[in-house]
């Protein structure tokens, strides 16, 4: 069974940066990044395929960076220009047969809390 283990959230102001880190037990050809609010459903951030293919959602677009590091078993996700509305519970996720951002992974972390003041 894959392990999932997030770290690196954690509050911000409008406007900074964080990089949240996913370290995994073993890779999976599709892993990606989501995130809920409350009150909400959860939503896809960013996906990356082995192949290197990447898919971001309108939210994350020109904001977040997903990138993967193998050699280091660990997923990330550089999250600048950050608004208020970005708050939220963010996890990983692994193994889903169709890469793309929607919730439909077998595996996921435990999330990391994420907030943006204004």
């Known amino acids: 069974q894959v392990q999932l283990v997030e770290s690196g959230g954690g509050s911000v102001q409008a406007g900074g940066s964080l990089r949240l880190s996913c370290a995994y037990s073993?890779?999976?050809?599709?892993m990606g990044w989501f995130r809920q609010a409350p009150g909400k459903e959860r939503e896809g951030v960013a996906v990356?395929?082995?192949?290197?293919?990447?898919k971001y959602t309108e939210s994350a677009k020109g904001r977040f960076t997903i990138s993967k590091d193998g050699a280091k078993n660990t997923l990330y996700l550089q999250m600048n220009s950050l608004k208020p509305e970005d708050t939220a519970i963010y996890y990983c996720?692994?193994?889903?047969?169709?890469?793309?951002?929607?919730?439909?992974?077998?595996?996921w972390g435990q999330g990391t809390q994420v907030t943006v003041s204004s």
């Open positions: 996720a692994a193994g889903a047969l169709i890469c793309s951002a929607t919730p439909n992974f077998p595996l």
């Open positions: 073993s890779s999976r050809n599709c």
């Open positions: 990356i395929a082995s192949s290197g293919y990447t």
